[in-house]
């Protein structure tokens, strides 16, 4: 059993975690770092520990030093929610080393799915389609990749995630310029240089799907839609995903379930992929060896508390749940509200929120950190919260987004919530659907 869990994160996911854990009887230690010691979440853990200074880098990306915390706080295990260190191999590792349980997958894992090249080959074994494209160890070898690939393409970060790393090019007279800008990236982002080339699928969109394994057996819990995107990075998450049609949603889980399989997956994980709008054609791009921003629509549509699964598969115990007992009902959307200024292309706003009015009602969820006199620091993801709606079908549930955003009032700092209102307001979102060049034709970007 988990009796003591070390949360290694900030912000809304830390809460998310607490919330659970104490619900499961385990006492909370958040480790924060000196510019989040007086942040909501440090209130409501039962323990506080110091994990560094302000800036990430010494902090929450810091192995050594939340390591040295969680022995400290005689931690059982550690969650480390989203983004920072949360499939990290080496930080699972010198958990491992530790005696501390890492809430994740495991090394093997951790390694294999964190290297996107050798995902691309792990999905490929386990029959997985892939974008066509592959491994450029040199600007030459780039060179080569493209010019069989064909233009428009993608360089990718090998070890990348979230965006970062990744470059659109559109001829081969842009190509050295973009090699710079996206190996520069990939370096500062992951410490890695490596790209990669894939091709480009222009009317494409980005469909995931959410498995949860316990390195035995595997099931799905349907698909999410995380199309809606500016440079490569979510703002709309919806479950189902719009208009499928049922042999290819069929298809793309059980293609997740296999993937889980054939790693041995144990925890929470999402696989995602591109499906080509013109035939549905499925291409698997990466896996998440972790929980994901977006979730709470796949527990608003099946009512199983993702993060709960985590701990009990952590503590050793085998899924507790069959395939057959999953059964996704209705539709959630999530919009995430951040601290950006998105008509000066999303220049972070840090600061102080004077107000903060968030939505509430019948079929609304709201995961948040931010109160009234909350500090925005400049150091962190912008990620204010997420507004998180629910109905019987997706017209009921587009029209209450619509009525929930229109109640949410925060100041002090810029936010994008003008902008997802406008999103909920257009006819193509309304029309379900969309594709990844959505953002594009709104004209901000």
């Not at 260190?85 to 495991?106: K, M, V």
């Not at 539709?331 to 950006?340: D, G, L, P, S, T």
């Not at 999303?346 to 019948?362: D, E, M, N, T």
């Not at 193509?428 to 004209?443: S, Y």
Request: with cysteine; glycine share 10%.
């Amino acid at each position: 059993m988990i009796h003591r869990l070390f949360i290694a994160n900030r912000g809304e996911i830390a809460l998310r975690v607490i919330r659970t854990a104490r619900r499961l009887g385990m006492t909370t230690i958040l480790g924060a770092s000196a510019a989040d010691l007086t942040s909501l979440p440090t209130c409501l853990a039962d323990e506080v520990v110091g994990i560094g200074p302000a800036p990430s880098s010494t902090s929450y990306l810091s192995i050594d030093n939340i390591v040295a915390a969680a022995r400290q706080a005689r931690a059982d295990a550690l969650h480390p929610g989203y983004g920072f260190l949360s499939e990290n191999a080496a930080f699972a590792q010198a958990l491992g080393i530790a005696g501390i349980r890492f809430t994740g997958p495991d090394v093997v894992s951790l390694q294999a799915m964190g290297d996107k090249l050798m995902a691309r080959r792990i999905g490929a074994e386990a029959g997985l389609p892939v974008v066509p494209g592959g491994e450029a160890a040199d600007r030459e070898a780039v060179h080569r990749r493209a010019a069989d690939t064909g233009y428009p393409l993608l360089l990718k970060a090998v070890a990348g995630g979230g965006g970062r790393g990744m470059k659109k090019v559109e001829r081969p007279g842009d190509l050295d310029h973009q090699i710079d800008l996206a190996m520069a990236e990939a370096r500062a982002a992951f410490g890695d240089p490596r790209i990669y080339v894939e091709r480009f699928i222009g009317h494409g969109r980005h469909v995931e799907v959410q498995v949860l394994s316990d390195g035995q057996r595997a099931i799905h819990l349907g698909t999410r839609d995380c199309s809606i995107q500016r440079r490569f990075q979510k703002l709309v998450e919806e479950a189902p995903a719009p208009g499928l049609p049922a042999a290819v949603h069929d298809a793309l889980t059980a293609a997740a379930v296999r993937l889980a399989r054939h790693l041995h997956y144990r925890g929470a994980g999402t696989v995602e992929f591109l499906v080509d709008c013109d035939g549905f054609e499925f291409y698997f791009l990466e896996m998440n060896a972790r929980i994901q921003v977006e979730h709470p629509v796949t527990e608003a549509i099946t009512g199983i508390d993702l993060v709960e699964q985590q701990l009990l598969v952590a503590e050793g115990q085998p899924l507790g749940i069959t395939q057959d007992h999953v059964k996704c009902s209705g539709h959630a959307i999530e919009v995430r509200i951040n601290a950006e200024d998105w008509r000066r292309d999303f220049r972070p706003c840090p600061g102080r929120v004077s107000r903060a009015c968030w939505p509430a009602g019948p079929g609304i969820r709201v995961d948040t950190h931010i109160a009234r006199g909350s500090v925005v620091p400049p150091y962190y993801d912008s990620l204010l919260g997420k507004v998180i709606v629910a109905g019987s079908n997706r017209s009921e549930t587009v029209a209450r987004l619509g009525e929930a955003l229109e109640c949410l009032d925060i100041q002090g700092v810029q936010t994008t919530a003008g902008l997802q209102r406008r999103i909920a307001a257009d006819p193509r979102f309304l029309a379900g659907g969309v594709d990844t060049r959505f953002f594009e034709g709104m004209g901000h970007d």
